[in-house]
């Protein structure tokens, strides 16, 4: 698997290694500024990203793109 991948809705996933065998990911998005705006981190328990952690990414997004007025 990639270490940084595509989500959906401009949402991207990178991931790495933690000790004793986890795997943390943080969901982010590239603004209009070229900036890396981090949404959501979490430590990843099954091969998929949880519905409700891309959710929760997506709405930050949303949040942080009404406040860059």
Known sequence: MPVCRPLGGGVYEV???????????????VDKKSRMVLLHGFIKKTRTTPDEDLELALS?????QKGLR
């Open 15 to 29: 991931r790495t290694n933690l000790t004793q065998n986890r795997i943390a990911r943080i969901l982010f998005y």
């Open 60 to 64: 930050n997004k949303s949040k942080h």
